[in-house]
């Protein structure tokens, strides 16, 4: 069966510190994976997604870049963290046009 | 632009006591029509994909409905274990399998 994980569950990082996340999928091949971030209270905003190894579509521009060095990895990064970096980040992965399946998210808050 | 507006945002209710959650939606071909259920800090979980008006799904005390702008996700003689917040999401039918996600509501069902 396939499952995801998403590392670390908890961040405290200091403004203008960098960041790394990852999240590796088991049990498919040439996933759609997917960035989001969820302000409290709020709805899941997409980040980015890939459709395949390399290949980073951005959906809104800020501080933070995606990368997929390997067919079921995606990382989530950023060079100088800002207090609006703070949030609820969740990985997910799906096949084409279906249902996501969630990871259980890491909670990032920069001080 | 895609668009998911969900109502209301909070619900409280008493253990048995039925009600419905509304999501509306705008959007350029309708992909499919999503509900997750999030628990406090945790990634979503997959409940239902409805792809044409008139479809309905059920599981266990829920039932999802959808009509060409708006989809209900009734819930039938609830119970505390069913408190959580409820996303609707949507894709279109050219976005890759991106899903716009609507800012969710939050019920509460009191014992």
Not at chain 1, 6 to 26: D, F, N
Not at chain 1, 38 to 47: D, P, V, W
Not at chain 1, 94 to 100: G, P, T
Not at chain 2, 15 to 35: D, H, Q
Request: glycine share 8%.
């Amino acid at each position: 069966s396939q499952t995801i994980h998403q590392w670390p569950a908890t961040l405290v990082q200091p403004v203008g510190s960098p960041l790394s996340l990852e999240c590796t999928v088991e049990g498919t091949s040439n996933p759609n994976l997917y960035w989001y971030r969820q302000a409290a209270g709020r709805g899941l905003q997409l980040l980015f997604y890939s459709v395949g190894i390399g290949q980073i579509s951005s959906e809104v521009p800020q501080n933070l870049s995606a990368s997929r060095p390997q067919d079921r990895q995606f990382i989530l990064s950023s060079k100088k963290l800002l207090l609006s970096d703070s949030g609820f980040y969740l990985c997910a992965w799906s096949a084409v046009q279906e249902k996501l399946f969630f990871g259980s998210g890491t909670q990032l808050s920069v001080l | 632009e895609d668009q998911v507006t969900q109502s209301p945002e909070a619900l409280r209710l008493q253990e048995g006591e039925s009600s419905s959650l509304n999501c509306s939606y705008t959007v350029s071909g309708l992909r499919g029509l999503f509900w997750y259920r999030q628990d406090p800090g945790k990634g979503p979980e997959f409940l239902f994909t409805l792809y044409s008006a008139g479809e309905e799904k059920e599981k266990e005390r829920l039932k999802a409905t959808l009509t060409k702008k708006e989809s209900f996700l009734h819930i039938t003689a609830p119970k505390p274990e069913d408190s959580a917040t409820y996303l609707c999401a949507v894709q279109a039918g050219t976005n890759a399998g991106k899903s716009t996600f609507g800012d969710g509501t939050t019920l509460t069902v009191k014992p």
